[in-house]
Every structure is written in structure tokens, then in C-alpha cells.
């Protein structure tokens, strides 16, 4: 079995008050990603995601096509320590 990876993904855009995180979060559960994405001060949207290196491959792509209602200008990705997430869950605004 292939070890978890892990992504931090930020999207900048027009990604908040279009429903990016909940479409974010069924496309997660949808692939068995584990993690949680919220929305940024800075009008971002911020996710922590873990998952075979193939899936998360596969929905970083998704995040840079986006779903209708957004507009996704630049999707930023770095590889990040796996930490063990249950699941996927959408979190408020810190």
C-alpha cells in the first residue's frame, strides 16, 4: 500500500461567497481525501489535504479548474508533513 501524502493548497481568485469550500468538500470526500479547507482573511482558500500521491494529484487539478460560480486565478501547492487526518471537514475563518 502506497504511504499517505500530504498537500497545503492555497487558491486565490474569486473563491469565497461562490460555495468553493462546500464543492472543495464533496470532491474531497468524493476522492477519500482526509484533511479541511476555510476560507482565508486575505480572500484565499486554504486546504490541508492527505491522500495517495495520485488522488491528491487529481483533485490539485480540480482545485485549478474550480466549478461554476468560481473563478480561479492561481492555485499554489507545497507537499507538508502528513499529520493524520479522519476526515474532511470544512473549517470557519481563524
Known amino acids: 500500500m502506497e504511504a499517505p501524502s500530504a498537500f497545503k493548497i492555497r487558491i486565490l481568485g474569486r473563491v ?19 484533511g479541511f479547507v476555510r476560507n ?22 480540480w482545485c485549478r479548474k474550480g466549478f461554476l460560480g468560481a473563478h480561479v486565478e492561481k492555485v499554489i501547492t507545497e507537499e507538508a508533513p502528513v499529520r493524520g487526518f479522519q476526515k474532511f471537514e470544512i473549517q470557519s475563518l481563524i
Open 16 to 34: 469565497q461567497g461562490v460555495g468553493f469550500r462546500y464543492a472543495a468538500y464533496k470532491e474531497a470526500v468524493r476522492r477519500g481525501i482526509r
Open 40 to 61: 482565508e482573511r486575505d480572500g484565499s482558500v486554504y486546504m490541508e489535504v492527505e491522500g495517495s500521491r495520485e488522488i491528491l494529484d487529481a483533485f490539485t487539478e
